[in-house]
């Protein structure tokens, strides 16, 4: 039976019919309802008239003739559905969302089968929808329309089988990116000062201002007075905001850090402060991050959005100049704290696509954001303790004190148990007493400096990092510095006629760097001679050869970190070698050993692994998965591996890669309610993933609202590598192993695997704790 139809009496329900089937919710559900007078018998079953035998079908006759202008025109043509709100939700979720999630997926054991009323009969005739993906969009459709106010609507089949492809990518553009869209100002503190990741036990909205910017706090402390119910607190940060053991202070009073803003017509005939709008991760990120907002603005610039982009490039700037570095995320205790480096990538990619009416002001645009690169390059990258002055490679080791306080309470309960047992107290007194300095262990204060590295690096958790980071030069770190060198000598070569002043005052770092020149205290000043392109290429060069001679391994074709403080390669297989494509630094004959000898090492049917199994190791319960291990796929992996081999003419293989991708997520948006994940394991094609944070992006009742960005933007950045074809086969859910055949490049354990993985049921049934002892 269809769901009941609750009409106004008298009337009939209907729409104009000009609207376009696949346009955004608010375009398609924006409008009010709209009605005529009554159909005299598709309307009479509501006041008492009840045919024999309810049709269910639409061939179905009926025990009385109908006017033929109230029949379907055909059955192949497209058919509307007229449709109760609440009810048609309520019947969906009772009937087919057996597992009570508010989703329907293929894990759930309805029948997978409603039967709808059709728009041309008013709702007395039904047609029938069937299967897992047709019904999850059914309940993702119903819910966009009580978000719009709808009590019912008439529903275009072809939105229920939209292509998913299609629907997934749109989705992102124009709904997923206003989702994540956040503003730190008057109109936005109330969203994004709420922080999941707060553990104290007084939960108060905060904001921290930098030193600095009298305007910008007495902005807040205005939006304090006049919105008494925040109860938000203003706290104005010391000159120099990053020092470790202030930070540590801020650890009972965690907040959210101002970011850059616009004056503003305040429509009172004066001038205001707004907050420039940017997009976060998602789930329990809520706040600005560092790298994310890379891959991110990628996915912006495909979808045409190049101001979101480029107001996150002005956060960035604003950062390096009042909190010395572009942050791990936008909170207090991030102050310590930085992640990989993408500024001139970022900000040359939006320079390029700027509206070029106004070629000056873009100029000026670039100008502030080379300077800020230049400058975080100089203060942080290759200044000590980042630097290695021996080998001259950069590592992740950020200063801070004590026990991260972002993390899970029990996260680090393993850890800190034999030292509480040491001292003969709880865990929590010794974590107390320990944070406080009271209690000194240096050897702990090794493990939270790798700890804290691991978290700067982006790749937290990882065992290719755990207890080594901070000494590590990564291939990865060298890679994207390599590019900022490059970058930066090109954009003053070909913008600034090769002579760019530095505003703001600070130490240049020596160069060729070693050990003597580094413990000479002189230091250049940024403000005392103009940068030239030639120094940066020169820079450029020597970390080239740097990394030929520290990370290339010729024997096993391929970059690996390389640990500075044991003087020797860390033999981890990471993928993140092929960041060296991206960034442009390997030869050509490497690239071609790192594409024809060790691109198997980590290609898998859904992709790139972050790392191989054989160096991960054996997994035990006392040594559980890490999330950036084998076997999860991350999308910065991805991103930077197919524009990396793209860029060195290996196409087809860039094709490949983002194909399997794409399979995976779109494989999981159809069978799963549109889930777009964080990250996912790429050999048994699941998001519903066993690593030690689980997975974000999971927890949505009944339609998807924000995806997971990096995860939005690497399936429309992929897609601009898929040709028509691949496009149309990854829509149909076709596994690469039939669009490509069997693929020569995976190792036979991991083949087997992945293949086995080709039923999505099995492996989500896999996942559920299902007691055994339960009778059926």
């Known amino acids: 039976m269809a769901p009941a139809l609750n009409h106004p009496t008298g009337v009939t329900f209907v729409d104009d019919g000009h609207r376009s089937v696949h346009v955004d919710a608010a375009t398609y559900y924006g409008g009010g309802e709209a009605f005529t007078r009554s159909r005299t018998y598709s309307h009479s079953h509501i006041h008492g008239y009840i045919p024999k035998r309810t049709p269910l079908f639409e061939e179905d006759t009926h025990m009385r003739a109908r006017r033929m202008s109230h029949d379907e025109k055909s059955v192949t043509g497209p058919r509307r559905f007229l449709i109760d709100v609440e009810e048609t939700i309520r019947v969906v979720l009772e009937q087919e969302d057996t597992d009570g999630d508010f989703q329907i997926s293929i894990t759930d054991a309805g029948p997978k089968m409603m039967a709808l009323g059709t728009a041309t009969s008013n709702g007395f005739k039904t047609f029938d929808v069937r299967g897992t993906y047709m019904l999850s969009n059914l309940l993702q459709e119903l819910a966009l329309a009580r978000d719009h106010g709808r009590k019912r609507i008439v ?36 969203i994004i000062t709420a922080d999941p990741k707060n553990r104290t036990g007084r939960v108060q909205p905060r904001i921290y201002v930098p030193h600095g910017e009298p305007a910008m706090a007495e902005y807040y402390r205005k939006v304090a007075r006049e919105k008494p119910h925040m109860n938000l607190d203003v706290q104005v940060l010391p000159p120099k905001p990053d020092d470790a053991v202030f930070v540590k202070s801020l650890n009972s009073k965690p907040g959210i850090l101002a970011l850059a803003m616009n004056e503003v017509d305040d429509g009172k005939g004066g001038r205001t402060l707004k907050g420039i709008p940017f997009i976060v991760p998602g789930a329990r990120f809520n706040e600005l991050y560092n790298w994310d907002s890379y891959f991110i603005s990628l996915g912006l610039l495909v979808d045409g959005q190049v101001t979101m982009a480029k107001g996150m490039v002005d956060h960035f700037i604003f950062e390096i100049k009042h909190y010395g570095k572009i942050l791990n995320g936008s909170r207090s205790y991030y102050l310590c704290r930085t992640q990989p480096p993408f500024l001139t990538d970022m900000a040359l990619q939006i320079y390029n696509q700027l509206d070029r009416s106004d070629v000056e002001s873009n100029r000026q645009w670039l100008k502030r954001a080379i300077q800020a690169a230049i400058k975080e390059y100089h203060t942080i990258w290759v200044a000590e303790p980042r630097i290695d002055p021996k080998t001259g490679l950069s590592r992740y080791r950020p200063d801070g004190l004590g026990i991260p306080p972002e993390t899970e309470a029990t996260h680090f309960t393993h850890i800190l148990e034999p030292y509480a047992e040491k001292h003969g107290i709880s865990v929590l007194e010794f974590s107390e007493k320990y944070n406080n300095g009271v209690l000194k262990e240096p050897t702990l204060d090794e493990y939270f400096l790798h700890d804290r590295a691991v978290r700067e690096s982006g790749h937290d958790t990882s065992y290719r990092l755990e207890k080594r980071c901070a000494n590590l030069g990564t291939i990865d770190l060298q890679a994207l510095l390599y590019k900022y060198e490059v970058d930066i000598g090109t954009a003053i070569r070909e913008v600034f006629d090769d002579e760019l002043e530095l505003e703001e005052e600070f130490d240049l770092a020596p160069f060729p760097p070693s050990v003597e020149a580094y413990r000479n205290p002189y230091r250049e000043r940024s403000t005392s001679r103009s940068q030239n392109s030639d120094e940066w290429f020169e820079r450029a060069d020597h970390r080239r050869e740097m990394i030929d001679k520290y990370l290339w391994n010729e024997n096993k074709k391929l970059y690996f970190d390389y640990d500075t403080v044991l003087e020797k390669q860390s033999l981890y297989e990471s993928v993140t070698a092929f960041w060296a494509l991206w960034a442009g630094c390997a030869s050509e004959e490497q690239c071609w050993n790192l594409v024809s000898q060790s691109l198997k090492k980590f290609e898998v049917l859904g992709g790139l692994v972050s790392g ?109 590598f898929l040709t028509t074809h691949m496009r149309r086969a990854v829509a149909t859910c076709t596994s690469p192993e039939v669009l490509f055949g069997p693929s020569a490049n995976l190792e036979n354990a991991v083949a087997q695997a992945a293949l086995a993985a080709t039923d999505p049921l099995g492996l989500a049934m896999e996942s559920l704790n299902i007691d055994a002892s339960v009778p059926a």
């Not at 689980?694 to 399936?715: I, S």
Request: charge should be negative; aromatic fraction near 14%.
């Open 155 to 190: 529903l275009d089949e072809g939105r229920l089988s939209e292509n998913p492809v299609d629907r997934l990518s749109r989705m992102i553009k124009n709904s997923f990116w206003h989702s994540l869209t956040r503003r730190i100002d008057g109109d936005g503190l109330e």
């Open 612 to 720: 191989t199994e054989e160096s991960r190791g054996k997994i035990s319960l006392d040594r559980p998965n890490r999330q950036w291990d084998y076997p999860y796929a991350w999308p910065p992996h991805q991103i930077m591996t197919w524009v990396g081999l793209e860029r060195y003419g290996y196409l087809e293989d860039a094709q490949r890669l983002s194909y399997r991708f794409l399979y995976m997520m779109t494989t999981a948006f159809v069978d799963f309610n549109g889930v777009v994940p964080e990250k996912f394991d790429a050999v048994k094609l699941s998001h519903l993933v066993d690593a030690e944070y689980g997975n974000q992006g999971l927890d949505f009742k009944m339609v998807p609202r924000e995806g997971f960005g990096w995860m939005n933007a690497a399936y429309q950045v992929g897609l601009s």
